[in-house]
């Protein structure tokens, strides 16, 4: 088992090594074939490995010492491979959707002149997410948190050409650091008050620490929330929670299939991770856990009234991803980890799928992402349409209650929701979720089928694509993402941060353009991953959440004495599961009214520019807030530190003053040196006369 665990581990490692250090003496192909293939013997492995948790003999809990790292008094890591159940899920979602995005990415990629650096990004990725949720103690969890960070920041700018591109990686790597400070602090929290940071010595001693407070400022704080708010800000920030959100839309800059890997199975859900498998902890920080509620729900309502509003293909995902995971957080605030789980193990499928689904119509398109540029292309490109179909009625959770049918979605979405529904029995804030949630689902169901009608049906905007030849570029698209765009401007031109993908600016088709299908190597990932969002719901549904989720989880997540929402479930009224896909079908239709029956409906309103669909196309201003306040404002303090403190105090007080006082005496003392020999005469025997005389009158006197 221990090769095999870490040959599943360190197999991407080598891949990226490999591609990284040798691409280019070995070429694009066997790069390409050498990662590739590694990743799908890794996600072998996982599927093997999961197996026997899930259905085999694999009963234990598995932990794996590797290398020594720390050993510092009490403070001791070690590089080990743990293995339970919740890491066991995570390295099936991770390796899956990993080798998936790698075989996409032979056909998505096929023009770029760096595949090599490409692929080695991509596997190592993988790795240091691998070694994220196999890890034993924080030590080595932070590490893979903070590898995932640096391969995100190169993935997403890894056309490096496009200033966006940068912008957008600095703008990920940046926010993502304030999180990780959180999350630091939680770290050292944690070994100040239990003395280890490895989670087997851990868990055990959470219990006697309940109820414990710490003192500061005059007011009285409970340890272990304190712990778990710093640690959830953390997740917050690598899961793009509210207000730690905003790199998450501008990671569109990176290639499409950056963009599956990041929203789908890695980056994103790593808090979510992080929460369930801390669930000893917040099992006894109700104060903390109700805070992540709240995030959680905002999060989720926010994300999904910005995806009403957006037109690029991949930013409206994009936002669904965001709102999505604040789902999966409410439902861990609540204490439902497994559904949470649940959430994050079908959204993966299915959420991959739209991601890659967007790329094929993208490639297809010429590189074209603006929705208003598309339709009719349900015969252009019917295979890909398919597949989209299937990823929005799974991420719209469509299905019959009663009968428990339904795609991947519908299964760990109603779970979800009806456990929020029952926990506001005891909690403060679960009918506040249950509410958002409920609507957030009508909301999902009209963006998710507004960005598939615009896509695929309607009219065929597609043939005036050389009408547009600077889609994405000119004055009119930089002065709309200032928010100083006229309503045709902003009904005419892409958003000011969206580029043409592949790193080119759109450019004029020509009259001859035609869509077109993606090649086979696109398309199989599309389909294995369909298969996912159809079955994955009804399939795990009894393990992750039902009967067999105790022999399932084998203690790998912790609930208390007192949680017994999913136990309850079944007792919840009819109507709580029913009134979420009431709103679904109300999204659907409202969709259906305005892109289908009266098409440019939607678009004469949006020319109208009103209040609320600015506030919602600027995404309720948060990065224009951020920049008032953080951007502008450091900038400002940093202007009084440098041109106050440094230049006038510091430096004018100190050397240079000093500096200007020798220069302003020498130009003093050179007006005396003339040059003139006489005049120096003079001085001297104005001095001895001088001297005389003081003599004399001292003499006297």
């Known amino acids: 088992m221990k090769a095999l665990l870490t040959t599943l581990v360190f197999a991407p490692l080598l891949g990226a090594i490999v591609a990284g250090l040798f691409g280019r003496r070995i070429g694009d192909k066997l790069s390409m074939a050498v990662t590739t293939a590694l990743l799908f013997l890794s996600c072998g492995l996982s599927w093997f490995t999961f197996a026997n948790v899930a259905w085999g003999s694999w009963t234990q809990h598995y932990v794996f010492q590797l290398l020594p790292f720390i050993d510092v008094g009490a403070f001791q890591s070690t590089w080990s491979i743990r293995l339970d159940t919740l890491s066991a899920v995570m390295l099936v979602v991770i390796n899956t959707v990993s080798a998936l995005v790698h075989l996409y990415s032979w056909g998505y990629m096929a023009e770029d002149d760096s595949k090599p650096r490409f692929f080695a990004y991509l596997s190592l990725f993988t790795f240091a997410m691998l070694m994220l949720v196999t890890a034993a103690d924080f030590m080595q969890l932070f590490f893979g948190w903070e590898g995932v960070g640096l391969a995100s920041y190169l993935l997403i700018g890894f056309w490096f050409k496009k200033p966006t591109a940068n912008a957008a990686s600095i703008k990920a790597f940046v926010t993502n650091r304030v999180g990780d400070f959180g999350f630091a602090l939680g770290i050292m929290t944690i070994f100040w008050m ?228 029952q926990s506001g029995h005891s909690q403060a804030f679960g009918y506040f979720a249950y509410i958002v949630g409920t609507l957030v689902a009508g909301l999902t169901a009209y963006y998710s089928w507004r960005l598939a009608f615009m896509t695929f049906n309607g009219t065929a905007k597609w043939s005036h694509a050389a009408d547009h030849g600077d889609a994405h570029g000119g004055a009119a698209v930089a002065h709309a993402g200032h928010g100083h765009a006229s309503s045709a401007q902003i009904e005419t031109h892409s958003e000011p941060d969206v580029t043409a993908d592949h790193g080119h600016d759109a450019h004029g088709h020509g009259h001859d353009f035609k869509p077109h299908e993606s090649p086979w190597v696109m398309l199989l990932p599309l389909v294995a991953l369909s298969i996912g969002a159809i079955f994955a719901g009804g399939v795990f549904a009894h393990l992750f959440i039902g009967e067999g989720r105790d022999a399932f989880w084998r203690g790998a997540i912790y609930t208390g004495a007192n949680n017994h929402i999913l136990a309850n479930l079944e007792e919840a009224p009819k109507w709580v599961a029913l009134l979420p896909l009431v709103a679904s079908v109300i999204g659907l239709l409202v969709a259906a009214y305005f892109y289908l029956l009266h098409e440019g409906l939607a678009a004469r309103l949006a020319a109208n520019n009103g209040l609320l669909y600015r506030f919602l196309y600027n995404k309720w201003y948060v990065d224009e807030v951020y920049d008032f306040i953080f951007v502008r404002g450091a900038k400002a303090l940093g202007d009084l530190f440098w041109k106050g403190g440094d230049q006038k105090i510091i430096d004018g007080l100190g050397p240079n003053g000093v500096a200007q006082v020798s220069a302003k005496a020498g130009r003093g003392l050179s007006v005396l040196q003339s040059g003139y020999v006489y005049h120096y005469a003079f001085v001297m025997l104005l001095g001895v006369a001088g001297l005389l005389t003081y003599a004399m009158w001292a003499w006297v006197r």
């Open 194 to 421: 239990f003395h280890t940071i490895r989670f087997a010595e851990l868990f055990p001693l959470i219990a006697a620490k309940a109820g414990t407070s710490w003192t500061f400022a005059g007011v009285s704080w409970s340890a272990l929330d304190i712990a778990g708010f710093l640690l959830f800000i953390g997740a917050a920030g690598k899961s793009a929670q509210f207000f730690l959100h905003v790199w998450l839309p501008d990671a569109m800059e990176g290639p499409t299939p950056v963009s599956a890997l990041i929203h789908a199975a890695t980056m994103v859900t790593a808090g979510v991770y992080m929460l369930c498998l801390l669930s000893p902890l917040y099992e006894y920080a109700p104060v903390a856990r109700e805070i992540i509620t709240v995030i959680g729900a905002i999060t989720c309502l926010f994300a999904a009234t910005v995806g009403l509003a957006q037109n690029d293909i991949k930013r409206v995902i994009a936002y669904s991803t965001c709102s999505q995971l604040g789902y999966m957080f409410f439902a861990a605030g609540l204490g439902v980890y497994q559904a949470a789980m649940f959430h994050l193990f079908t959204h993966a499928f299915f959420k991959a799928l739209l991601f890659l689904g967007a790329g094929s119509v993208i490639n297809g398109m010429h590189h074209e992402q603006d929705m208003r540029k598309m339709g009719g292309l349900y015969n252009k490109l019917p295979i890909t349409c398919a597949v989209m179909l299937i990823g929005t009625i799974a991420i719209t959770g469509l299905g019959i209650p009663g009968l428990d049918i339904g795609f991947a979605g519908f299964y760990s979405k109603d779970a979800i929701l009806t456990a929020a529904f």
